[in-house]
């Protein structure tokens, strides 16, 4: 398995397209925190916090994500190595699971630069260290989550195509769903005295009450859940094979 998650990630970071994927979710950011005269800009915010990031970060997500996994089977499948994984000493579960933490691991590598946004604030701030890191701290553990619920979600867009360009797509859709339906859903008001139910259904009230810097034991069960299911759904189309 760890052979497998090694050759995941390294198939990933000695392509070109990764390092395009990287720079481009570090340069969106780092142009709406500093750069762009916006609501995000910290300097011109006046305030020792870096919300603006964990506003931006899963907007981005919404795409980065899908592009780190739309590789995950479609490349495999149509490359043809898929049977050739299959045939290896390797359980679906093992397999599966390589290529979920593969991902998450690139996103983990994504989001560690910016913890130089974080120590610059810490060091402009007036007096030094005047931020609130509980919150930070809470709300990387949100985008954390978010990721992990992403990559999930694309690795099962992966395993439905041979083709890259329509896994990704479906995982934006699906990302897309997931994170902004239900919101939308809500507002609509057709569910009367359940549409703050409705609303928990989606990834955003989850992400959003982490985000204040409060771990809720219901939030980490949501997006555990939500994980789980994504994965769950992975393996049944790979055990289609068997049919």
């Known amino acids: 398995m760890f052979t497998l998650f090694k050759k995941e990630v390294n198939s990933f970071l000695n ?14 950011t780092g142009l709406f ?32 994500i899908p592009a780190i ?18 045939t290896k000493p390797l359980t679906d579960y093992q397999i599966l699971g390589a290529k ?12 560690i630069p910016t913890l130089i946004y974080y120590i610059s604030v810490y060091q402009l701030g007036l007096p030094s260290g005047n931020i609130d890191s509980g919150a930070v701290w809470g709300s990387y553990i949100g985008l954390l989550f978010l990721g992990g619920a992403f990559v999930s979600i694309g690795v099962f867009a992966s395993s439905l195509s041979d083709s890259q360009i329509v896994s990704f797509i479906l995982a934006v859709f ?36 982490i985000s204040r810097g409060v771990v809720d034991t ?21 055990e289609r094979r068997k049919w």
């Open 15 to 28: 392509s070109l397209i990764g390092y395009i994927v990287l720079l481009v979710f570090l340069l969106i």
């Open 33 to 64: 925190l500093w750069v762009f005269p916006m609501e995000f800009n910290i300097p011109d915010y006046g305030y020792a916090n870096i919300n603006g990031l964990f506003i931006i970060a899963p907007w981005v997500f919404l795409f980065l």
């Open 69 to 86: 996994t739309m590789r995950s089977f479609a490349d495999e499948r149509k490359s043809g190595t898929i049977e050739l994984l299959y």
């Open 100 to 111: 979920f933490l593969s991902g998450f691991t690139l996103v983990l590598i994504a989001l």
């Open 174 to 209: 699906m990302c897309g769903i997931m994170y902004l339906g239900f919101e939308f859903i809500y507002t609509l008001s057709l569910f009367g005295p359940v549409d703050l139910t409705v609303r928990s259904l989606g990834i955003q009230a989850h992400y959003d009450s």
């Open 218 to 238: 219901r939030d980490v069960i949501y997006f555990l859940s939500v994980i789980a299911l994504f994965l769950m759904l992975t393996k049944l189309v790979m």
